[in-house]
């Protein structure tokens, strides 16, 4: 094992980043997921290797499995904006000690998720998020790195840019549900990772 | 407990949105929602919302163990959670029996090489994203169409990919205990 730093091994990173320059066109630009229906309002993802569990039932009874397709998006902005913050300053060879990104979603109109008419969209309209390191670095250092990491995050840019959405629904019979998730070749593999 | 249609409880279904109406004001606090992430080390975090908790992780070409989905992937799961949630509900609520869904998402990203420094042209975050939804259900194919389309149109993760949306990012120096 090389030098690490901040748990990355460094030149493995640099290795990565050498490929992607002399090979652009290699970088899967593409990801898969998968959605299984399961009872109520609760499901399953599947991605690559990997799947967990959304609850939409955040009732009284407290009987949800999981947390709510909303929370996932929040918690993917939050990971995407920290795990990007530890990459730009890895690169640059700042040691970070500790990181948090603690964030605050705000939906303009739930209601219109329920059938209700009403302003606004049931969308988050803003998001705060707000960032707490300890690390090897002045402040002018850490805030241009934290401007650096919001400005390319790509779930920060998938959030604040308007994305296409294609949706198309076929009806299928029984049979077609017969395989399942799990047992299913990955058509990602593996390739086209970056920390977001 | 009620009537159980497609595994939710009608009545209760019912109830929730006879309150809402009664009382729009009520449900305010259900636009609001909370999040923390914390870094475990390398490309590795920990995203605790309410009592619950998921890992975010990279690939293992990339430096990650591959413990988890990366961040990306989790917004692409969360766009087909959320409409299928979507259409459940809409299909419950107009009384139709669902006998299996399930959604498909691919995500395109615009140029990914934006987020390594390699390139200044377009942007990382995704383009387009395509969303196949199949369904087994005891409604004709227009009932389902229109149920789906219903969902789209209302669905808050649909809605906040397709919409831009205001970040206020912000970074606080903390220092070591």
Known sequence: MSASLNGVDLEALQQMLEEVRARPEAVQPRRWARFRWEEGLRGR???????????????RSG????????EYALGALGACLGLGFVFHATRRGIAVRNLEVALEGRIENLLRFLGFEGEGHPGYGEVIAKAYVDADADEETLQALWEETVATSPVGNTFTRPVALRTEIATV???????????????SGSRGGMPC | MGLVLNGLDVEQ?????????????????????????????????????RNHSFVVDEPADLVGQD?????????????????TVGFVLNATKRGIPLRNLEIA??????????FLGLSQEGHPGYREIIVKAYVDADADEETLRAIWEETVVTSPVGNTLARPVTLRPELRRATAA
Do not use: H, M
Request: aromatic share 10%; proline share 3%.
């Open chain 1, 173 to 187: 019979s029984g049979w077609w549900f017969r395989y399942s998730p799990e047992a299913e070749e990955s058509a």
């Open chain 2, 105 to 114: 998402l691919e995500g395109e990203i615009d140029n990914i090489l934006t």
């Open chain 2, 67 to 83: 413990e988890a989905p990366n961040a990306v992937e989790y917004v692409l799961g969360a766009l087909g959670a959320c409409l």
């Open chain 1, 63 to 70: 009987r949800e499995a999981g947390l709510s397709a909303l």
């Open chain 2, 13 to 49: 279904l019912q109830q929730l949105s006879a309150q809402v109406q009664a009382n729009p004001e009520a449900a305010r606090s259900l636009n609001r929602w909370t999040a923390r992430v914390r870094w475990l080390g390398g490309f590795k975090g920990r995203a605790y919302i």
């Open chain 1, 45 to 59: 993802v599947y991605i690559r290797n990997q799947s967990f569990t959304v609850d939409e039932s955040v009732d």
